[in-house]
C-alpha cells in the first residue's frame, strides 16, 4: 500500500509539471505582449518596460519558466512583495498573487462539488438500490424512466428553469449566494441549495441507472446464489454480499466523473453567478493572463490527481480481493 502510495504521488508531481510545461510554452505561441496586457490600454513605452522588467517577462522564456516552478517550491520575490510558497506567479491583469486569489474563490467551488457529490450519491445510490430490489414492479420502472428524462437535461437548461419557478415566479427561495460555512452553517447550506438540486438532478440519473445494473449483476454471482442457498435472509444478502461488491465499478465511475463534477461546478457557477474558480478560470484566459490561468490549471489538476489517489485507496477498503502492490 505505502509503495502505491508513493508511486502514485510521484506521478502526480510528474503529471503536475507536464501541464504546467505545456501550459507556459502554449501561452507564449500566441503573438501578444503580456506587459501591454498587465499595464492597460493607456500606457507609455516606458512604463510597458518597467513591468516587463519587474515581471521577468524581458528574460527568456525557459528562465522565466523555471522561475515559475521554482516559485512553487520557494517562492518568489516581487515589487509588491515577497510571494510565499506555493507561489504561482503575480497575475497580470488584477496584480494580485495568484495563489490568494485561488485560495479566495477554492471554498465556493469546493462546496458546490462536495454538496453536489454527496447529494447525487444518496439520492442516485438509493434510488438504484430501491429498483434493484423491487426489480421488475411499478417501482423500478417509475425509477428507471425517471432516471432516463433525467439524464437528457444540461445544467445550463435546468437552472434558469429552477430559478424561475423558486426564485422569481414564486419567491420562495433567494438568488444563489455563497456565505461561508464558518460564519453560518444555515446560510451556506440555504444559499447553495439551488446549485447543489440541478448538479445532483443531472448526476443522479446516471448514477441511479448505475447503481441498479450493478447491483442487479451482483445478485446474479456465485457467491451471492450460495449465500442464498444456505438459507440466509434475502435483505443479508442483498447489504453483506451483493451490494459491497457493486461499489467498485461504481467508486471507479465516480473517480473518472471528478473531471465531469468540476467542469459542472464550472457551469453551475456562471448559471447562477457564482464567483468561483469556474468563473475565474475563464475570465483569465479571456484576459490572456498567463500566470492565473497556470495557477487555475494546476490546482485544479492537483486537486483531480489527489482524489483519484483517495479513490484508487479507497479499493483495497471496499474490497479485500483488490491488492495494491
Known amino acids: 500500500m505505502l509503495q ?3 508511486r502514485r504521488l510521484i506521478g502526480a508531481v510528474v503529471i503536475m509539471f507536464l501541464i504546467g510545461a505545456f501550459t507556459f510554452f502554449l501561452f ?18 516606458e512604463n510597458i518596460a518597467v513591468i516587463r522588467e519587474n515581471l521577468g517577462l524581458d ?53 458546490l462539488t462536495a454538496g453536489g457529490l454527496v447529494i447525487f450519491l444518496v439520492i442516485g445510490l438509493g434510488s438504484g438500490l430501491i429498483a434493484a430490489w423491487k426489480r421488475g414492479t411499478m417501482v423500478d420502472k417509475l425509477v428507471s424512466g425517471a432516471s432516463m428524462v433525467l439524464s437528457s437535461f444540461q445544467i445550463y437548461f435546468l437552472g434558469p428553469i429552477v430559478l ?24 451556506w447550506a440555504v444559499g447553495l441549495l439551488i446549485p447543489w ?33 444456505k438459507g440466509m435472509r434475502q435483505r443479508y ?21 471528478l473531471s465531469a463534477l468540476l467542469s ?12 468561483g474558480l469556474g468563473r475565474l478560470a475563464v475570465q483569465s484566459s479571456l484576459t490572456k493572463d498567463l500566470p492565473l490561468t497556470m495557477g487555475v490549471m494546476l ?23 483488490v491488492r495494491l502492490s
Open 4 to 6: 502505491f502510495l508513493i
Open 28 to 45: 507564449y505561441t500566441i503573438p501578444q505582449d503580456f506587459a501591454q496586457l498587465a499595464c492597460g490600454k493607456n500606457c507609455t513605452p
Open 59 to 111: 528574460k527568456p522564456i525557459t528562465a522565466q519558466f523555471w522561475e515559475f516552478m521554482g516559485g512553487i517550491v520557494s517562492g518568489r520575490d516581487f515589487p509588491q512583495g515577497h510571494c510565499s510558497a506555493p507561489c504561482l506567479g503575480l497575475s497580470f491583469s488584477s496584480g494580485e498573487f495568484v495563489w490568494d486569489s485561488i485560495i479566495d474563490r477554492f471554498p465556493l467551488t469546493l462546496s
Open 164 to 187: 424561475g419557478i423558486f426564485v422569481y415566479s414564486s419567491g420562495w427561495m433567494d438568488n444563489p449566494k455563497y456565505v461561508p460555512i464558518t460564519e453560518n452553517p444555515v446560510g
Open 197 to 229: 438540486a440541478v448538479m445532483a438532478t443531472i448526476f443522479t440519473a446516471q448514477y441511479t441507472r448505475m447503481a441498479r445494473s450493478t447491483m442487479i449483476e451482483q445478485l446474479s454471482e456465485e457467491h451471492v446464489r450460495t449465500a442464498r442457498a
Open 237 to 257: 444478502v442483498f447489504f453483506r454480499y451483493a451490494w459491497r461488491g457493486s461499489l467498485i465499478p461504481i467508486v471507479t465511475i465516480i473517480g473518472m466523473d
Open 264 to 275: 459542472g461546478a464550472v457551469v453551475t457557477e456562471f448559471t447562477f453567478d457564482l464567483p
Open 299 to 321: 490546482f485544479g489538476a492537483f486537486f483531480i490527481l489527489i482524489l483519484n489517489i483517495i479513490v484508487d485507496l479507497a479499493y483495497a477498503l471496499i474490497d479485500p480481493r
